[in-house]
């Protein structure tokens, strides 16, 4: 069990059956939120959701600015979790626990929400759930369906890209992960090279409509391998090299709409990969379960994170989970980028199985999901602040 959690006697917080109520509050990047979301078996119910974000803050910088960031965290998590607690119309002695960020992000801002829930959670007497942001990313599907463990999981994101297969709460295998850049941060930074401003990635989008993606022909990575890793930092400098050339609104449409086909063609190919080789560690369970089974009876690919709103790349995945006799399941919209409902569910589920965070949990810049794999097999060089992925 990780050192980050206790198991404490789930008599004092009731049996698993019993409905959990969480405040879950997230501010690891430029999103200030706070969510109430009530955890009913395998059902979760979001009774607020509010989210403060800064693009306003950072826009002129082309990127998030940590010290910016940090600083409005503290101008409104009071407000923004008062919001919360009003829109869920909730009191405090109603919860059944609080859960906040610890990391991975931008530390100063995960300090900000960390250090807020531990106040709320000592004020009330609420137990304190230190929340693995990723890990939120990773139950975020569930708060649109009723989803059963386990699933293959896409994690894509500005700052994360891998594979997992998720077996349930705290226990996920890394299968894959991005080897340099993540292709939410290769969204960003080619489309600041076409001067499309910040955030990049819905602003490439919305230009790669008018695109024809077969005119530029872009590197693909990794060919050589059969694992299941990425690499975009290729795609990058080879699309920052284009955008200098680009002339006319139609040359950056071409490419805008050539670099999300790559990026999705490369998220395909690896997830396709990685349905391959869990089908068959699988089939032993699946032909124990019918072939008209609901979701998460039957195999199930999920894709969460932000890039998960990308409708192309939706719609790329979809087929590929088609293809391979996978259900297919990405969270709501609202539920992909950045958001405290994700905190709240996972804090919750951790609370159900009677798992809680001592009050002097630090908070984590780096944070893996399979923390054992990170460190036997580090995607990047561990460094001063730990495994990456």
């Not at 999981?153 to 891998?162: A, F, I, R, T």
């Not at 990308?310 to 980028?337: E, S, V």
Request: aromatic share 4%.
């Amino acid at each position: 069990m990780s050192a980050e959690y206790n198991s404490v006697d789930k008599s004092a917080i009731g049996p698993d059956v019993r409905p959990l109520t969480v405040l879950g509050l997230e501010t690891s990047c430029d999103e200030t939120a706070a969510s109430v979301v009530r955890l009913n078996g395998g059902r979760a119910e979001v009774l607020s959701s509010v989210v403060h974000s800064q693009i306003d803050d950072h826009a002129a910088y082309g990127g998030v600015v940590p010290e910016i960031a940090a600083r409005s965290h503290v101008e409104m998590i009071a407000e923004v979790t008062r919001r919360a607690m009003a829109e869920a119309d909730m009191a405090y002695d109603a919860l059944d626990g609080i859960a906040a960020t610890a990391g991975p992000g931008l530390v100063g801002g995960v300090m900000v929400g960390l250090s807020f829930g531990k106040a709320a959670a000592l004020a009330r007497g609420l137990p304190l759930v230190a929340v693995n942001h990723l890990e939120g990313h990773a139950v975020s599907a569930r708060l649109g369906a009723e989803v059963a463990y386990p699933f293959l999981l896409l994690l894509v994101s500005g700052g994360h890209c891998q594979l997992l297969e998720v077996r349930g709460i705290g226990d996920m295998s890394r299968i894959g992960a991005t080897i340099d850049d993540a292709a939410g941060e290769a969204f960003d930074k080619i489309a600041k090279a076409l001067g499309l401003g910040y955030p990049g990635g819905p602003a490439l989008e919305k230009l790669a409509v008018s695109g024809d993606p077969t005119r530029y022909d872009l590197p693909r990575a990794l060919l050589g391998r059969k694992d299941c890793d990425f690499s975009f930092s290729g795609l990058k400098t080879a699309a920052f090299r284009i955008a200098q050339t680009c002339e006319t609104e139609q040359d950056k449409a071409d490419l805008a709409a050539a670099v999300q086909a790559a990026i999705a063609r490369q998220l395909s190919e690896r997830s396709e990969r990685a349905m391959k080789d869990y089908a068959e560690t699988s089939d032993a369970l699946m032909q124990a379960r019918s072939a008209s089974a609901p979701i998460g009876q039957k195999r199930l690919f999920v894709v969460a994170g932000g890039v998960a709103a990308n409708k192309t790349i939706r719609a790329t995945l979809q087929a590929a989970a088609a293809k391979h006799g996978f259900d297919f399941l990405a969270p709501p919209m609202a539920y992909c980028t950045d958001n405290a409902a994700m905190i709240a569910l996972a804090g919750a589920e951790r609370l159900a199985l009677g798992l809680t965070s001592d009050i002097d949990v630090v908070a984590r810049p780096r944070w893996p999901l399979d923390e054992a794999r990170a460190l036997a097999d580090p995607s990047h060089r561990p460094g001063r602040k730990g495994a990456k992925a």
